[in-house]
């Protein structure tokens, strides 16, 4: 079992920057991918960024470049940076774990305003 928490949202203006954070309840060095996805009003939930247990990234076309996924491991701690933010990223954005089995965040709100 994992159990999943996300903090980091909240309400920005485009061009800014916001740090979402997933921690863990256990060690996540040996869990097969963790990622991010979101999940806009209407829309369906969709795939932000992964990282794997060996460090590989991978990323939605749309935020490329803009966004970062990394990892502390001795904090049991996934995290998104998000820069040059756009309102089309508004969206509650979920934390994910795949490990034998899928495991989600309670999601956090991310709001981009134009």
């Known amino acids: 079992q994992v159990q999943l928490v996300e903090s980091g949202g909240g309400l920005v203006q485009a061009g800014g920057s916001l740090r979402l954070s997933c921690a863990a309840s256990?060690?996540?060095?040996?869990?097969?991918?963790m990622g991010w996805y979101r999940q806009a009003p209407g829309k369906q939930r969709e795939l932000v960024a992964q990282?794997?247990?060996?460090?590989?990234?991978n990323y939605a076309d749309s935020v490329k470049g803009r966004f970062t996924i990394s990892r502390d491991i001795a904090k049991n701690t996934v995290y998104l940076q998000m820069n040059s933010l756009k309102p089309e990223d508004t969206a509650i954005y979920y934390c994910?774990?795949?490990?034998?089995?899928?495991?989600w965040g309670q999601g956090t709100q991310v709001t981009v305003s134009s």
């Open positions: 994910n774990v795949a490990h034998f089995r899928v495991y």
């Open positions: 256990r060690s996540i060095f040996s869990l097969n991918v």
């Open positions: 990282i794997t247990n060996g460090g590989d990234t």
